[in-house]
């Protein structure tokens, strides 16, 4: 069956250190994956695509991994602040038509 | 730029009931999504519209769920009846064009509570 797992649990990190989540899919081929943060009582915000040929993206302080062969897209925070505390979505298009699958996402905690 | 904009932004009512979500996509925004969010999952397609036509409904209960967007600009989504496993958020999302890399703008979401 097809699956996209990230972390259930909420990744908790001083202020200063990088975060790193995890988004693993299985029986997906995607075009390209997608992740947003969501913050409490409002919808996601996207934050960086990167496509299936590319191994890298970085935007700020954020920077985005995409390994076809493993199957799974590490999202780095670096220089976490208090600010970056959310929850962080990966999502995937396997058909090229903009239909997004959403992992559960991740709770990202960053404490002063 | 006005974001996407959702009404009402929570709704409570008894199961069996009817309610209607409403969503003004980001202008010029071919593309508009409706999505359901249960508490602690991702948000979940329920259908996809290229202006006023469908893309994709595979996942939307059509017994009880239809959505409509006739003049390809705004839209609403109608529950009847509505069950207790209804509860969730209503996420509306627009971007620029069917079948490209785009992001997608969501808006507030509509918080359903079926009793």
């Known amino acids: 069956s097809q699956k996209i797992e990230q972390n259930s649990e909420a990744l908790n990190i001083q202020e200063g250190k990088t975060a790193t989540l995890t988004c693993n899919y299985t029986?997906?081929?995607?075009?390209?994956l997608q992740w947003y943060r969501q913050d409490p009582g409002r919808g996601p915000v996207f934050l960086l695509l990167?496509?299936?040929?590319?191994k890298e993206k970085r935007k700020e302080r954020l920077k985005v991994t995409f390994d076809t062969t493993l199957k799974q897209s590490l999202f780095h925070i670096t220089a976490s602040q208090p600010a970056d505390s959310a929850t962080y979505l990966c999502?995937?298009?396997?058909?090229?038509?903009?239909?997004?699958?959403f992992g559960t996402g991740t709770r990202l905690l960053v404490s002063p | 730029e006005a974001g996407v904009a959702q009404s009402p932004r929570y709704k409570i009512i008894e199961k069996r009931q009817s309610v209607a979500f409403w969503c003004n996509p980001i202008?010029?925004?071919?593309?508009l999504y409706w999505y359901q969010q249960i508490l602690g999952q991702g948000p979940k397609l329920l259908i996809q519209?290229?202006?006023?036509?469908?893309?994709?409904d595979s996942q939307l209960p059509k017994d009880r769920f239809s959505a409509e967007r006739l003049k390809g600009v705004d839209s609403t989504l109608k529950i009847q009846p509505a069950k207790l496993e209804d509860s969730a958020v209503y996420l509306c999302?627009?971007?620029?064009?069917?079948?490209?890399?785009?992001?997608?703008?969501f808006g507030p979401g509509t918080r359903l509570t079926v009793l």
């Open positions: 519209f290229q202006n006023n036509g469908v893309v994709d």
């Open positions: 990167i496509r299936e040929n590319e």
């Open positions: 999302a627009s971007s620029l064009a069917h079948g490209e890399n785009n992001e997608q703008f």
């Open positions: 029986n997906y081929s995607p075009a390209y």
């Open positions: 999502a995937l298009d396997d058909t090229g038509f903009q239909k997004l699958v």
């Open positions: 202008s010029g925004h071919a593309t």
